[in-house]
Protein backbone atom coordinates (compact mmCIF):
# COMPACT_ATOMS: atom_id res chain seq x y z
CA UNK A 1 0.00 0.00 0.00
CA UNK A 2 1.16 3.47 -0.78
CA UNK A 3 1.33 5.71 1.90
CA UNK A 4 2.48 9.57 1.92
CA UNK A 5 2.62 11.42 5.37
CA UNK A 6 3.34 14.82 5.56
CA UNK A 7 4.17 16.58 9.21
CA UNK A 8 5.86 19.86 9.87
CA UNK A 9 3.19 21.89 9.97
CA UNK A 10 2.05 24.43 12.59
CA UNK A 11 1.50 28.01 14.00
CA UNK A 12 3.90 30.23 12.50
CA UNK A 13 4.22 34.09 12.45
CA UNK A 14 3.93 36.10 9.58
CA UNK A 15 7.59 36.91 8.16
CA UNK A 16 8.24 33.10 9.63
CA UNK A 17 9.47 29.79 8.44
CA UNK A 18 8.53 26.24 8.27
CA UNK A 19 9.40 22.84 6.57
CA UNK A 20 7.18 20.51 5.89
CA UNK A 21 8.46 16.80 5.53
CA UNK A 22 6.55 13.72 3.43
CA UNK A 23 7.64 10.24 3.92
CA UNK A 24 6.33 8.10 1.07
CA UNK A 25 6.22 4.52 1.20
CA UNK A 26 5.02 1.13 -0.50
CA UNK A 27 6.50 2.51 -4.11
CA UNK A 28 10.24 3.51 -5.32
CA UNK A 29 10.34 6.89 -4.04
CA UNK A 30 12.83 7.42 -6.28
CA UNK A 31 10.95 6.74 -9.45
CA UNK A 32 8.28 9.06 -8.85
CA UNK A 33 8.05 12.82 -9.41
CA UNK A 34 6.88 14.73 -6.35
CA UNK A 35 4.17 17.67 -5.43
CA UNK A 36 2.91 19.87 -3.03
CA UNK A 37 -0.35 20.85 -3.88
CA UNK A 38 -2.17 23.46 -0.89
CA UNK A 39 -5.59 23.90 -0.07
CA UNK A 40 -6.95 27.27 2.08
CA UNK A 41 -9.54 27.10 4.64
CA UNK A 42 -13.28 26.83 2.21
CA UNK A 43 -10.95 27.16 -0.68
CA UNK A 44 -9.64 25.41 -4.07
CA UNK A 45 -6.83 23.12 -4.80
CA UNK A 46 -4.00 25.22 -5.40
CA UNK A 47 -0.81 23.37 -6.72
CA UNK A 48 2.68 24.73 -5.62
CA UNK A 49 5.91 22.80 -6.72
CA UNK A 50 7.10 20.04 -8.14
CA UNK A 51 10.21 18.07 -8.41
CA UNK A 52 11.20 14.86 -10.51
CA UNK A 53 12.10 11.68 -9.11
CA UNK A 54 15.89 12.28 -9.37
CA UNK A 55 15.77 15.89 -7.86
CA UNK A 56 15.82 17.96 -10.44
CA UNK A 57 13.54 19.17 -13.17
CA UNK A 58 11.94 21.67 -10.34
CA UNK A 59 8.82 24.02 -10.78
CA UNK A 60 7.22 26.22 -8.60
CA UNK A 61 3.92 28.62 -9.06
CA UNK A 62 4.09 32.01 -8.91
CA UNK A 63 2.56 32.54 -5.97
CA UNK A 64 5.78 30.81 -3.73
CA UNK A 65 8.54 31.04 -6.43
CA UNK A 66 11.35 32.95 -4.42
CA UNK A 67 9.64 31.98 -0.96
CA UNK A 68 9.07 28.43 -1.15
CA UNK A 69 12.20 25.32 -1.53
CA UNK A 70 11.11 21.93 -2.81
CA UNK A 71 13.68 18.95 -2.43
CA UNK A 72 13.96 15.35 -1.70
CA UNK A 73 16.04 13.19 -0.23
CA UNK A 74 15.96 9.47 -1.58
CA UNK A 75 17.28 7.84 0.58
CA UNK A 76 15.17 8.32 3.21
CA UNK A 77 12.00 8.41 0.74
CA UNK A 78 11.42 11.95 2.11
CA UNK A 79 10.00 14.98 -0.04
CA UNK A 80 10.47 18.57 1.86
CA UNK A 81 8.95 21.95 0.99
CA UNK A 82 10.72 24.92 3.12
CA UNK A 83 8.96 27.87 3.40
CA UNK A 84 10.02 31.59 3.92
CA UNK A 85 8.66 34.71 4.64
CA UNK A 86 5.35 33.38 5.66
CA UNK A 87 2.11 35.17 4.39
CA UNK A 88 -1.12 35.15 6.09
CA UNK A 89 -2.59 33.78 2.82
CA UNK A 90 -0.35 30.84 2.89
CA UNK A 91 -2.49 29.48 5.69
CA UNK A 92 -3.47 26.34 4.37
CA UNK A 93 -3.36 22.66 4.39
CA UNK A 94 -0.38 21.57 2.25
CA UNK A 95 -0.88 18.06 0.70
CA UNK A 96 2.10 16.18 -0.76
CA UNK A 97 1.16 13.96 -4.12
CA UNK A 98 2.07 11.62 -6.25
CA UNK A 99 0.01 13.29 -9.21
CA UNK A 100 -1.01 10.74 -12.14
CA UNK A 101 1.40 12.58 -15.35
CA UNK A 102 2.29 11.80 -18.87
CA UNK A 103 4.21 8.58 -18.13
CA UNK A 104 2.28 7.06 -15.63
CA UNK A 105 -0.89 6.93 -14.27
CA UNK A 106 -0.23 6.54 -10.68
CA UNK A 107 -1.90 9.00 -8.45
CA UNK A 108 -1.54 8.67 -4.39
CA UNK A 109 -1.71 11.74 -1.71
CA UNK A 110 -1.01 12.16 1.88
CA UNK A 111 -3.63 13.38 4.29
CA UNK A 112 -2.06 17.00 4.90
CA UNK A 113 -0.85 19.29 7.35
CA UNK A 114 -2.29 22.06 8.67
CA UNK A 115 -0.14 25.84 8.62
CA UNK A 116 -1.59 28.74 10.01
CA UNK A 117 0.82 32.01 9.29
CA UNK A 118 -1.00 34.57 12.17
CA UNK A 119 0.26 37.40 14.38
CA UNK B 1 1.11 29.91 -17.09
CA UNK B 2 -2.17 27.89 -18.39
CA UNK B 3 -5.36 28.54 -16.37
CA UNK B 4 -8.32 26.20 -15.95
CA UNK B 5 -11.47 27.55 -15.78
CA UNK B 6 -14.47 25.20 -14.44
CA UNK B 7 -18.33 25.97 -15.06
CA UNK B 8 -20.35 26.19 -13.05
CA UNK B 9 -19.07 26.95 -9.46
CA UNK B 10 -22.07 25.81 -8.31
CA UNK B 11 -23.87 22.55 -9.50
CA UNK B 12 -27.73 21.58 -7.60
CA UNK B 13 -29.04 17.97 -8.72
CA UNK B 14 -31.10 15.02 -7.45
CA UNK B 15 -30.09 11.44 -7.23
CA UNK B 16 -30.65 10.47 -10.53
CA UNK B 17 -29.95 13.15 -13.12
CA UNK B 18 -27.07 13.23 -15.07
CA UNK B 19 -24.66 16.59 -14.62
CA UNK B 20 -22.20 17.79 -16.88
CA UNK B 21 -19.39 19.88 -15.40
CA UNK B 22 -17.20 21.69 -17.87
CA UNK B 23 -13.55 22.83 -17.66
CA UNK B 24 -11.75 25.26 -19.89
CA UNK B 25 -7.87 25.75 -20.88
CA UNK B 26 -6.48 29.05 -21.48
CA UNK B 27 -4.55 27.20 -24.32
CA UNK B 28 -4.00 23.75 -25.72
CA UNK B 29 -3.25 21.34 -23.28
CA UNK B 30 -4.28 18.58 -25.97
CA UNK B 31 -5.41 15.32 -23.50
CA UNK B 32 -3.64 16.11 -20.90
CA UNK B 33 -6.42 16.78 -18.48
CA UNK B 34 -7.48 14.83 -15.19
CA UNK B 35 -10.96 15.44 -12.62
CA UNK B 36 -10.70 15.01 -9.28
CA UNK B 37 -13.40 14.33 -6.21
CA UNK B 38 -13.17 16.11 -3.43
CA UNK B 39 -14.96 15.55 0.13
CA UNK B 40 -14.94 17.53 3.01
CA UNK B 41 -12.07 17.19 5.34
CA UNK B 42 -9.81 14.58 2.68
CA UNK B 43 -7.56 14.82 0.10
CA UNK B 44 -8.71 14.49 -3.69
CA UNK B 45 -9.29 11.30 -5.36
CA UNK B 46 -8.78 11.03 -9.18
CA UNK B 47 -10.77 10.13 -11.42
CA UNK B 48 -10.05 10.68 -14.99
CA UNK B 49 -6.86 11.30 -16.38
CA UNK B 50 -5.85 11.93 -19.94
CA UNK B 51 -8.97 13.39 -20.60
CA UNK B 52 -11.06 10.47 -21.19
CA UNK B 53 -9.80 7.38 -19.15
CA UNK B 54 -11.86 6.11 -16.05
CA UNK B 55 -9.40 5.49 -13.59
CA UNK B 56 -9.24 2.16 -11.51
CA UNK B 57 -11.96 1.50 -8.94
CA UNK B 58 -14.18 4.48 -10.29
CA UNK B 59 -17.84 3.96 -11.29
CA UNK B 60 -18.53 3.90 -14.86
CA UNK B 61 -21.06 6.10 -14.30
CA UNK B 62 -18.33 8.50 -14.65
CA UNK B 63 -16.67 9.81 -17.71
CA UNK B 64 -14.82 12.65 -19.59
CA UNK B 65 -14.60 13.93 -22.92
CA UNK B 66 -12.95 16.76 -24.52
CA UNK B 67 -9.20 17.66 -25.94
CA UNK B 68 -7.29 20.90 -26.83
CA UNK B 69 -8.99 24.02 -24.88
CA UNK B 70 -12.68 22.41 -23.98
CA UNK B 71 -13.50 19.12 -21.30
CA UNK B 72 -16.35 17.93 -19.53
CA UNK B 73 -17.01 15.72 -17.17
CA UNK B 74 -20.41 13.44 -17.03
CA UNK B 75 -22.26 11.67 -14.24
CA UNK B 76 -24.77 9.59 -15.95
CA UNK B 77 -26.94 8.92 -12.94
CA UNK B 78 -26.33 10.68 -9.44
CA UNK B 79 -25.34 8.61 -6.54
CA UNK B 80 -25.53 10.27 -3.10
CA UNK B 81 -22.12 9.55 -2.74
CA UNK B 82 -21.05 11.65 -5.54
CA UNK B 83 -21.96 15.09 -4.04
CA UNK B 84 -18.71 16.73 -3.46
CA UNK B 85 -16.23 19.07 -5.20
CA UNK B 86 -15.35 18.42 -8.59
CA UNK B 87 -11.20 19.66 -9.82
CA UNK B 88 -10.20 19.75 -13.12
CA UNK B 89 -6.07 19.47 -13.43
CA UNK B 90 -3.86 20.18 -16.22
CA UNK B 91 -0.30 18.72 -16.90
CA UNK B 92 0.36 19.48 -20.26
CA UNK B 93 4.02 18.19 -19.83
CA UNK B 94 5.51 17.70 -16.54
CA UNK B 95 6.10 21.10 -16.07
CA UNK B 96 3.17 23.82 -13.85
CA UNK B 97 -0.01 21.89 -13.09
CA UNK B 98 -2.76 24.20 -12.71
CA UNK B 99 -6.05 23.92 -10.85
CA UNK B 100 -9.31 24.71 -12.16
CA UNK B 101 -11.16 26.46 -9.11
CA UNK B 102 -13.91 23.40 -8.33
CA UNK B 103 -17.56 22.84 -8.63
CA UNK B 104 -19.60 21.82 -5.83
CA UNK B 105 -22.24 19.21 -6.29
CA UNK B 106 -24.94 19.84 -4.11
CA UNK B 107 -28.24 18.08 -2.88
CA UNK B 108 -31.13 19.30 -4.70
Known amino acids: ?119 | DIQMTQSPSTLSASVGDRVTISCRASQSITSWLAWYQQKPGKAPTLLIYKASNLQSGVPSRFSGSGSGTEFTLTISSLQPDDFATYYCQQYNGYSRRTFGQGTKLEIK
Open chain 1, 1 to 119: EVQLLESGGGLVQPGGSLRLSCVVSGITFSSYAVDWVRQAPGKGLEWLSGIGGSGTGIYYADSVKGRFTISRDNSKNTLYLQMNSLRVEDTAVYYCAILVGVTDTSDFWGQGTLVTVSP
